[in-house]
């Protein structure tokens, strides 16, 4: 993966603004039982009878790498933003349970900023039969679209382009100390070895004051706080806002629990909004 980040820096583009038309698949894949480990420590998640939603997603992420640093993918990996995370978990998936993954890309969709385009992701089990999915939405800032919606097909539902951050009446609340070092272990089980999240050094390089918390930790660390309480099937969506400055103290909330159970993470102060998501049941 580090040879990717490499090539995503030095290797120019020869794309022509549109996403080419390629999927990549990675058949008949079980979790190695070391990485979950690693993976469940380092998110929080605690049950050992079943995958944490999130997993799936660090399974797929080599191939999202492979497509997004190829030279006719228009768009260079540094200065995407990762704005929108949506993850459907149609049924529980046991840790020893063989997933052949898909992962593709959609075309460019215009967005108030820039552009956007979806990195989409499916695991199926033996029977052929889909147990997981999702879709990241990543941002080229830019000239876009004057359209003030979000194209892309896992944003459509924020109304405002993404920005969507609603009040949550919390019926949980927990304070978490994040420290320093967490972008880099998460990166090390995660393979997501971006410079933005190991070192002071590598993150200011991209213009942010100091490393930055992974998103995709963030979501996994909220969604380990409600593990005990997530339906067996159900979808997650979060919009990323302010990245996590580290090390801090974020304060975790999570509404009642119904049809929709909304969530937040934001600073300790409540200065700051870093995620706000939303929990659905799905048949």
């Known amino acids: 993966m580090t040879t990717l980040y ?17 999927r990549l698949l990675l058949p008949d894949t079980v979790a190695d039982p070391g990485l979950l480990a690693r993976y469940a420590e380092v998110c929080g ?23 997004m640093t190829k030279r006719d993918f228009p768009y260079r990996l540094p200065g995407l933003v990762h704005i929108v995370n949506r993850i459907e978990q149609l049924r529980p998936v ?20 820039g552009v956007t385009f979806d990195i989409l992701a499916e695991a199926e089990d033996r029977d052929g039969a889909v147990v997981w999915r999702s879709a990241s939405t990543f941002l080229r800032r830019g000239s876009g679209g004057s359209n003030g919606a979000n194209g892309s097909s896992a944003a459509k539902k924020a109304p405002d382009g993404g920005e969507l951050h609603e009040a949550v009446d919390a019926a ?17 089980v995660s393979g997501d070895r971006n410079p933005i999240h190991l070192h002071p050094l590598g993150a200011k ?4 004051p100091t490393a930055i918390a992974h998103g995709m930790w963030t979501k996994a660390r909220s969604l380990a706080a409600l593990e005990d309480v997530l339906p067996d099937a159900f979808a997650a969506q979060v919009w990323f806002r302010a990245p996590v ?17 909304p969530f937040e993470l934001n600073s300790a102060d409540g200065k700051r909004h870093h995620l706000y998501g939303r929990i659905e049941k799905v048949r």
């Open 6 to 22: 490499a090539r995503a820096l030095l290797i120019p583009k020869r794309g022509d603004g549109q996403v080419p038309v390629r």
């Open 45 to 67: 998640f605690r049950r050992s009878d079943r995958l944490p939603p999130t997993f799936p997603h660090i399974v797929a992420f080599p191939l999202a790498m492979v497509l």
């Open 94 to 113: 046991a840790p020893g349970e063989a997933l052949s993954y898909r992962v593709e890309a959609t075309q460019p969709s215009p967005h108030p900023k």
């Open 172 to 188: 949980l609340s927990q304070e978490w100390s994040v420290p320093a070092g967490i972008g880099r272990r998460y990166g090390a």
């Open 205 to 208: 390089m991209f213009g942010f």
């Open 245 to 261: 400055q580290l090390p801090t103290r974020v304060a975790f909330r999570a509404g009642e629990a119904g049809p929709v159970r």
